[in-house]
């Protein structure tokens, strides 16, 4: 007697991508143009002159103000100008260079281990790869995909925790399928780097942890039940622009 076999069971990991609601498609493309027009300065606000330059930056931005990451690449970027250089420091001299970012020995070991990859593995260059960038020691995906952006200009999602909890306060994605995944489904790839700037910018300028919601340009496409109803207290809100047209800055 033959023993039938049990289904298999499928793959839970290969899902189909399906299409998004396109009520929820409106919506969110009607925010992004709300975004765009609230913040017409949208980009990177890292300093940078090369995708090394970025690369370096984006690291030492971990649990840091992109201002103080700037006040000191502002020396390090002359300083140290190739791979080799990080990879060669001498203990104790770029952690002294990189300590006002916090956290410098870590960040130091990161830099030099970094360069190390690009030396062996990319003859010195920074990859235009998602694959190739995240091969790197303490290279993810965000950072990676901030890289090809704005270095590139590669359409990609960078999500960090400002990216992260505007999209789950907008009902545009939940961090259990992936934020990324989410946004990458919802908006065009010609949008990607629109998103994620906008998005990281409205994050930091109205939409914190206490949110100011009175002074947010996309309130009424925002289903958040926990809505402010004044500004909180602290550093000023940069105060929202009605929309009126979308900028013509390309993303």
Known sequence: MVQRMPPRAANPVARVA????????????AILRRLEVANPDWGPTLRFTSPLELLVATILAAQAQDE???????TLFRKY??????????KGVLERDIKATGFYNQKAKALRRMSRGLLDEFDGEVPADMEKLTSLHGVGRKT?????????????VAVDRHVARVAERLGLAKAARGIEESLRTIYPRKD????????????????????????????????????????????????ARRPRAASRRSG
Do not use: M
Request: one cysteine or more; hydrophobic letters at 40%; proline letters at 13%.
């Open 81 to 90: 100008r190739t791979p080799a250089d990080y990879a060669s420091a001498r």
């Open 68 to 74: 103080r990451i700037n006040e000191v690449t502002a």
């Open 18 to 29: 399906k299409r998004p609601d396109p009520a929820l498609t409106k919506r969110a493309r």
């Open 192 to 239: 990607w780097i629109k998103v994620t700037w906008c998005f990281v910018l409205h994050g930091r300028r109205v939409c914190r942890p206490t949110p100011a919601c009175p002074a947010c340009p996309v309130i009424e496409l925002c289903p958040y039940p926990k809505k402010t109803k004044a500004l909180p207290a602290g550093p000023a809100i940069q105060r």
């Open 144 to 156: 990676a995909s901030i890289v090809l952006g704005a270095a590139f200009g590669v359409p990609a």
